[in-house]
Protein backbone atom coordinates (compact mmCIF):
# COMPACT_ATOMS: atom_id res chain seq x y z
CA UNK A 1 0.00 0.00 0.00
CA UNK A 2 0.82 3.41 -0.31
CA UNK A 3 3.47 5.17 2.13
CA UNK A 4 3.77 8.74 2.32
CA UNK A 5 6.61 10.27 4.60
CA UNK A 6 7.21 13.89 5.12
CA UNK A 7 10.15 15.97 5.78
CA UNK A 8 11.77 19.42 5.84
CA UNK A 9 10.10 20.92 8.92
CA UNK A 10 11.79 21.84 12.56
CA UNK A 11 11.90 25.59 14.31
CA UNK A 12 12.48 28.70 12.31
CA UNK A 13 12.22 32.59 12.98
CA UNK A 14 9.45 34.68 11.08
CA UNK A 15 10.19 35.71 8.09
CA UNK A 16 12.07 32.72 7.16
CA UNK A 17 12.10 29.84 4.93
CA UNK A 18 11.32 26.23 4.77
CA UNK A 19 11.01 23.43 1.74
CA UNK A 20 8.88 20.21 3.15
CA UNK A 21 8.87 17.16 1.02
CA UNK A 22 6.69 14.10 1.12
CA UNK A 23 8.25 10.73 -0.20
CA UNK A 24 5.95 8.36 -1.98
CA UNK A 25 6.52 4.78 -1.65
CA UNK A 26 4.05 1.70 -2.52
CA UNK A 27 2.25 3.40 -5.57
CA UNK A 28 3.30 5.57 -8.66
CA UNK A 29 2.10 9.65 -7.74
CA UNK A 30 1.58 10.31 -11.28
CA UNK A 31 -1.84 9.43 -11.82
CA UNK A 32 -2.95 11.43 -8.48
CA UNK A 33 -3.70 14.64 -7.47
CA UNK A 34 -1.97 15.84 -4.20
CA UNK A 35 -1.57 18.33 -1.59
CA UNK A 36 -0.88 19.56 1.72
CA UNK A 37 -2.37 20.41 4.53
CA UNK A 38 -1.84 21.67 8.07
CA UNK A 39 -3.47 21.29 11.39
CA UNK A 40 -2.30 23.27 14.73
CA UNK A 41 -3.13 21.97 18.51
CA UNK A 42 -6.65 22.98 19.30
CA UNK A 43 -7.40 23.43 15.48
CA UNK A 44 -9.00 21.52 12.32
CA UNK A 45 -6.78 20.32 9.56
CA UNK A 46 -7.07 23.02 7.04
CA UNK A 47 -6.07 23.16 3.28
CA UNK A 48 -2.82 24.93 2.50
CA UNK A 49 -2.04 23.79 -1.25
CA UNK A 50 -3.46 21.03 -3.89
CA UNK A 51 -1.88 20.01 -6.85
CA UNK A 52 -2.88 18.85 -10.08
CA UNK A 53 -1.54 15.55 -11.44
CA UNK A 54 0.57 16.46 -13.68
CA UNK A 55 1.57 19.79 -11.65
CA UNK A 56 -0.04 22.20 -14.43
CA UNK A 57 -2.61 23.47 -11.97
CA UNK A 58 -2.11 24.12 -8.09
CA UNK A 59 -4.55 26.15 -5.97
CA UNK A 60 -3.77 27.83 -2.35
CA UNK A 61 -5.92 28.55 0.95
CA UNK A 62 -5.44 32.29 0.77
CA UNK A 63 -3.85 32.90 4.43
CA UNK A 64 -0.65 31.45 2.26
CA UNK A 65 -1.09 32.38 -1.31
CA UNK A 66 2.26 34.64 -2.20
CA UNK A 67 4.01 32.44 0.24
CA UNK A 68 4.01 28.85 -0.15
CA UNK A 69 4.82 27.13 -3.36
CA UNK A 70 3.56 23.53 -3.78
CA UNK A 71 5.43 21.40 -6.54
CA UNK A 72 6.38 17.92 -7.27
CA UNK A 73 8.38 15.80 -9.20
CA UNK A 74 6.75 12.58 -10.56
CA UNK A 75 9.98 11.01 -11.80
CA UNK A 76 11.31 11.12 -7.74
CA UNK A 77 7.62 10.09 -6.62
CA UNK A 78 7.74 13.27 -4.43
CA UNK A 79 5.56 16.48 -3.37
CA UNK A 80 6.94 19.87 -2.34
CA UNK A 81 6.12 22.84 -0.45
CA UNK A 82 8.35 25.89 -0.51
CA UNK A 83 7.14 28.10 2.55
CA UNK A 84 8.87 31.57 2.43
CA UNK A 85 8.00 34.83 4.47
CA UNK A 86 6.81 32.20 7.62
CA UNK A 87 4.66 33.58 10.27
CA UNK A 88 3.99 32.07 14.02
CA UNK A 89 0.82 31.21 12.65
CA UNK A 90 2.02 29.05 10.20
CA UNK A 91 3.44 26.81 13.25
CA UNK A 92 1.83 23.52 12.51
CA UNK A 93 2.12 19.90 11.57
CA UNK A 94 1.77 19.82 8.00
CA UNK A 95 0.64 16.35 6.42
CA UNK A 96 0.74 15.39 2.78
CA UNK A 97 -2.30 13.62 0.91
CA UNK A 98 -2.60 11.32 -1.76
CA UNK A 99 -5.94 12.17 -4.30
CA UNK A 100 -8.23 9.80 -4.75
CA UNK A 101 -8.29 8.18 -7.73
CA UNK A 102 -10.58 10.64 -9.92
CA UNK A 103 -9.21 11.06 -13.82
CA UNK A 104 -8.38 14.22 -15.47
CA UNK A 105 -6.44 17.54 -14.39
CA UNK A 106 -7.82 18.84 -11.28
CA UNK A 107 -6.84 20.36 -7.77
CA UNK A 108 -8.02 18.87 -4.78
CA UNK A 109 -8.89 21.29 -1.86
CA UNK A 110 -11.09 19.39 0.36
CA UNK A 111 -10.28 16.22 2.97
CA UNK A 112 -12.87 13.87 1.14
CA UNK A 113 -10.44 14.24 -2.07
CA UNK A 114 -7.44 12.66 -0.58
CA UNK A 115 -7.64 8.78 0.37
CA UNK A 116 -4.16 8.49 1.89
CA UNK A 117 -1.72 11.01 4.30
CA UNK A 118 1.83 10.95 5.85
CA UNK A 119 2.20 11.08 9.49
CA UNK A 120 2.60 14.72 9.23
CA UNK A 121 6.03 17.15 10.01
CA UNK A 122 6.41 19.93 12.35
CA UNK A 123 6.80 22.90 11.61
CA UNK A 124 7.07 25.43 14.07
CA UNK A 125 7.67 29.38 13.66
CA UNK A 126 8.94 32.27 16.38
CA UNK A 127 8.24 34.99 16.75
Known amino acids: QVHLVESGGGLVQAGGSLRLSCAAT????????MGWFRQAPGKEREFVGG????????AYADSVKGRFTISRDNTENTLYLRMSSLKPEDTAVYYC????????????????????WGQGTQVTVSS
Open 26 to 33: GRTISSYA
Open 51 to 58: ISRSGGST
Open 97 to 116: GLGVPIHGEYVPINLYEFGA
